[in-house]
């Protein structure tokens, strides 16, 4: 699967829109970009997945560049609650296995 | 009704022990796994089980032993704990074999003394 690379923390203000960038340069045609999260001391969580169109849900949405090289998370209206560390994982399609790598630390502040 | 369920949620026990870590789903998936956490966050797979079938195993050290006894359950048995053990361990589910959202369990953390 092809390697990910993302900023190890970010800072956002509650209420503005957190927008967390993801580099796969190395991609190819049939691997989904994932974005996961996991809040402290709970176990990871889907947010979204999309192959190449921009995905949205009730969670967040995903814009990935038309070359596809790159991704950007998008949570609208960041909440206290969406502290957390975010894990963007590019992933084959018929894939079994999910590798996380270092993730993205998102604190958002009061 | 928790989805994916583990327990126990806290285990410390000592060093030489053999030690099991349960795990439970009702989602009706047909894939589980066990992920490793370790103390510096890094989520690493360790196995995966499709319809009680091993699947994947990565290069774990032939003490940890996964046990499917039926499609709901996928428990991890370690023998002769070391330090190095001590971790979060989360297993995770998947509806089909592939390229699906993962669910995951709260974890078990395992402290060896």
């Known amino acids: 699967d092809a390697k990910t690379t993302q900023p190890p923390s970010m800072d956002c203000a509650e209420g503005r829109a957190a927008n967390l960038p993801c580099n796969h340069s190395?991609?190819?045609?049939?691997?989904?970009v994932y974005w996961y999260r996991q809040i402290h001391s709970q176990g990871p969580q889907y947010i979204i997945h999309g192959l190449k169109n921009n995905e949205t849900n009730e969670m967040a949405s995903l814009i990935i560049t038309e070359d596809r090289k790159s991704s950007t998370l998008i949570l609208p209206h960041a909440t206290l609650r969406d502290t957390a560390v975010y894990y963007c994982?590019?992933?084959?399609?018929?894939?079994?296995?999910?590798?996380f790598g270092q993730g993205t630390r998102l604190t958002i502040n009061p | 009704d928790t989805a994916v369920s583990q327990t126990p949620k806290y285990l410390v026990t000592q060093m030489g022990n053999d030690k099991s870590i349960k795990c439970e789903q009702n989602?009706?998936?047909?894939?589980m796994y066990w992920y490793k956490q370790d103390s510096k966050k890094f989520l690493k797979i360790m196995f995966s089980?499709?319809?009680?079938?091993?699947?994947i195993n990565e290069t774990v050290p032939n003490r940890f032993s996964p046990k499917s006894p039926d499609k709901a359950h996928l428990n991890l048995h370690i023998n002769s704990l070391e330090l190095g053990d001590s971790a979060v361990y989360f297993c995770a589910t998947q509806a089909g074999t592939s390229g699906r959202e993962l669910f995951f369990g709260e974890g078990s953390r395992l402290t060896v003394l």
């Open positions: 994982i590019v992933r084959k399609e018929g894939a079994q296995k999910l590798v």
């Open positions: 190395t991609i190819s045609g049939n691997e989904y």
């Open positions: 089980y499709n319809n009680k079938e091993l699947i």
């Open positions: 989602l009706g998936h047909d894939t």
